[in-house]
């Protein structure tokens, strides 16, 4: 089980905006601002899309955006395109524990 | 560029031992702290090590601690992931990971990934 959660499947039609959301405790999301989310096609290795909660890595367009509001981040993708079909996953620095992923978000383009 | 290849994995059995390689060019390998990152078939990602720049700071997930050790050769641009005492719930693609020069808080690079299999 993953110590963040993410919902495990988000749809939406090309042109569309969707959300998925990320949810901790107070012991990672809660008290860091070092959420980062990244992006991964089947059998690639991920990519770095956001970090520090919600500056964009070079590569992504403004289409993507995120924000942290208390223990759950939040990313957006606007005007959904059939290349963002991937899976998104959510990480939070955590301390002690180093740092923790979200179980993942498979995105389809419907 | 910044590339990143891993290297050493394969077919182990419960028990066994496993050493893994992480080849880094195109950055100076010695001023970053690179990390281990695995996935397991079908599920998510888990941090599982991170050493610094100059090997003084070493962090482990609870997962691995006391089987994994990790560490590098700033000479030949190359991390390692000893790994020990391997369990089933060791399979895993292994990814080297790189932060970035300010801010460790976020993985910057990642490499292509190795897979390690334990299975009797």
């Known amino acids: 089980q993953s110590a963040l959660t993410q919902p495990a499947s988000v749809s939406g039609s090309p042109g569309q905006s969707i959300t998925i959301s990320c949810t901790g405790t107070s012991s990672d999301v809660g008290t860091y601002n070092l959420v980062s989310w990244y992006q991964q096609h089947p059998g690639k290795a991920p990519k770095l899309m956001i970090f520090?909660?919600?500056k964009r890595s070079s590569g992504f367009s403004n289409r993507f955006s995120a924000s942290k509001s208390g223990n759950t981040a939040s990313l957006t993708i606007s005007g959904l395109q059939a290349e963002d079909e991937a899976d998104y996953y959510c990480?939070?620095?955590?301390?002690?524990?180093?740092?923790?992923f979200g179980g993942g978000s498979k995105v389809t383009v419907l | 560029e910044v590339q990143l290849v891993e290297s050493g994995g394969g077919l182990v059995k419960p028990g066994e031992s496993l050493r893994l390689s992480c080849a880094a060019s195109g950055f100076p390998f010695s001023k970053y702290t690179l990390n281990w990152v695995r996935q397991a078939p079908g599920k998510g990602l888990e941090w599982v090590s991170s050493?610094?720049?100059?090997?003084?700071?070493?962090n482990y997930a609870d997962s691995v601690k006391g089987r994994f050790t990790i560490s590098r050769d700033n000479a030949k641009n190359s991390m390692f992931l000893q790994m020990n005492s391997l369990r089933a719930e060791d399979t895993a693609v292994y990814y080297c990971a790189r932060f970035p020069i300010l801010g460790e808080s976020y993985f910057e690079y990642w490499g292509q990934g190795i897979l390690v299999t334990v299975s009797s």
């Open positions: 520090e909660v919600n």
């Open positions: 990480c939070s620095y955590a301390g002690d524990r180093g740092f923790v």
């Open positions: 050493i610094s720049s100059s090997s003084r700071e070493i």
